[in-house]
């Protein structure tokens, strides 16, 4: 109640017992107690001080476009930076806040002749959830490009970190180790050559390979799984006869079998039962074990699949 009095006095934007599935692009999700919106990066630090000193559950978020949020929903504060979306482009130099949308973002770098975010074009989240799994596609990733971000410690103080404090790997950074909230990043680009195919026809290149590839009239969270070492696991979910597969309203994608689509109304635990179905039967086919790349929030009754004999995967 008093994070409630606090939020409706400060007059932040908020919504009460709402559903997550208004928010995220899987269009599943239960109720959130509080869902949060701060306009800017000041009311976002005072948001998450008074979560803090109220004992408040929460989780910061951006577009979630790359999170399952469990039937039950989330009894805290999820506390969403979608409002926070300020970013400029200095020569070749982009300043961006953690709400900023990475593809409006990588298309105006386009469009300015500046080449390394064209791979983004087609990732539907915010720079906070980029740096945060270390988005990447098409050989492009976030660290090739990050410079430095503004991120807060748990103390809740600002900190500069550079690229090499960052320790980014595979859909991996430090934000995600020590659950660190970004305010702000910088990206540093390059400018085309004029030998180069211009980053906006490169940019329009890899759209047109999603398009034929992905199943992007579903609400989805792009790829489950993480990628196994020279494997895919699209390639290994279809091997293993499961592309199709349907729990409730969920489906391991005809067209991308490293999607889960959501074709009917699906809930949370559908796709958990199909997450847990497509790493037992790979491992037991296989011998590898599929890391989910989504994140999840919330309380679910479908484990992830756990091999008997240990985590010895191929
Ligand atoms: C159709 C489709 C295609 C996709 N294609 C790709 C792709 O090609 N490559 C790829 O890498 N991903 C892809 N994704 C997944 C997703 O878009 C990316 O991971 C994206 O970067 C997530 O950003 P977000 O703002 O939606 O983060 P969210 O989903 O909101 O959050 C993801 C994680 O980041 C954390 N987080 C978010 N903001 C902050 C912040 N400011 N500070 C600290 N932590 C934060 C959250 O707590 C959460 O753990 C795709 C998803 C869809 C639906």
Known sequence: MEFEMYLKDSGIDFLKNHPLK????????????YIVFPKNT??????????????????????????????????GAIITTV????????????????GAMLSQIAKKACEAGLKGLEFAVGIPGTVGGA???NAGAYDGEIKDVFEWAEVLDE????????????????RHSRLKEEKLVLLKTVFCLQYASKEDITPLQKANECSKRRREKQPLSYPSA???????PNNFAGKLIEDA?????????????????????????????????????AQKTVYEKFGILLEPEIQFIGEFETPLFVPKDGQNSR
């Open 42 to 75: 000041k009311q976002l630090i005072e948001v998450l001080t008074v979560a803090k000193d109220k004992a408040i559950n929460h989780v910061v978020v951006g577009n979630c476009s790359n999170i399952l949020v469990s039937d039950k929903g989330f009894d």
């Open 22 to 33: 208004d928010l995220t692009t899987f269009k599943i999700g239960g109720e959130a107690k």
């Open 83 to 98: 409002k926070i979306d300020f970013f400029k482009i200095d020569g070749n130099v982009i300043e961006a806040e953690c």
């Open 131 to 133: 740096v945060y799994m």
């Open 241 to 277: 006869g499961l592309k199709g597969y349907r729990i409730g309203g969920a489906c391991i994608s005809e067209k991308h079998a490293g999607f889960i689509v959501n074709v009917e109304d699906a809930k949370a635990e559908d796709v958990r039962r199909l997450i847990y179905l």
């Open 222 to 228: 792009g790829s489950v799984f993480k990628r196994p």
């Open 155 to 170: 103390n809740l103080n600002p900190v500069k970190l550079g690229r090499t404090d960052m320790r980014f790997s595979y």
